[in-house]
């Protein structure tokens, strides 16, 4: 019973290049979303999905694409990675509907642009 | 638009001293849910609680326990006799609607939480 995985858990990056984050949950949950944690900031919302091929911008999307085409799988693409990105990344999946239950959470990618 | 405040942003307490985490959310919407979070050192994201808000009612949880009150819009946190294990950040977060799809969890800036020996 995975989860919600996220891979990888930590990443350097050179200011400039591109990379994607994987995240993949295995319960069949039709909400994903991708947080950034800052010190002091809390869990801040990059994007979000409520199903394949459907997704939308949540509070500080720029930098950031993300793609949705399967149910399982919500990668986050970094296209020009700035130092500002630097940050611990969730990947969240809830059901939702007339049960609306809480995020389960992957397990955070601590990413560090140079 | 919808907002979570948790106003302290570092508590300190000694073993078995009780101590109350504060949550204060905004909210247009009459449906809403409210959740905490526990983020220990190691860093994973562990849930505690949700509540909607039709259920008014206080919940107690072994040494955890839970004050809902919708007409000072706060959903405040206590831990009663206090242990070194409960040292974490600890988050406030309200998801709007019911029976919709996309309804995000809001958090707050989290509460760390240190407790010494």
């Known amino acids: 019973n995975a989860g919600v995985t996220q891979t990888p858990k930590f990443q350097v990056l050179k200011t400039g290049q591109s990379m994607t984050l994987q995240c993949a949950q295995d319960?069949?949950?039709?909400?994903m979303s991708w947080y950034r944690q800052d010190p002091g900031m809390g869990l801040r919302l990059i994007h979000y999905?409520?199903?394949?091929?459907?997704?939308d911008q949540g509070e500080v999307p720029n930098g950031y694409n993300v793609s949705r085409s399967t149910t399982e799988d919500f990668p986050l693409r970094l296209l020009l990675a700035a130092p500002s990105q630097t940050s611990v990344y969730f990947c969240?999946?809830?059901?939702?509907?007339?049960?609306?239950?809480?995020?389960?959470f992957g397990q955070g990618t601590r990413l560090t642009v140079v | 638009a919808q907002k979570v405040t948790q106003a302290q942003t570092e508590i300190s307490v000694v073993e078995k001293e009780d101590v109350t985490l504060d949550c204060v959310y905004e909210?247009?919407?009459?449906?809403?849910?409210l959740f905490w979070y526990k983020q220990p050192p190691s860093g994973e994201l562990v849930f505690l609680i949700r509540?909607?808000?039709?259920?008014?009612q206080n919940e107690i949880s072994g040494r955890y326990s839970w004050n809902f009150q919708k007409s000072t819009s706060s959903f405040n946190f206590t831990i009663t006799a206090s242990q070194v294990v409960d040292s974490a950040v600890y988050f406030c977060a309200l998801s709007e609607g019911f029976n919709q799809a996309g309804t995000a969890l809001i958090f707050g800036k989290g509460t760390t939480l240190s407790v010494s020996s």
């Open positions: 509540r909607n808000s039709f259920d008014e």
């Open positions: 909210t247009r919407d009459t449906t809403y849910y």
């Open positions: 999905s409520v199903g394949a091929g459907i997704t």
């Open positions: 319960m069949n949950h039709e909400y």
């Open positions: 969240a999946s809830r059901m939702t509907g007339s049960t609306n239950t809480e995020a389960f």
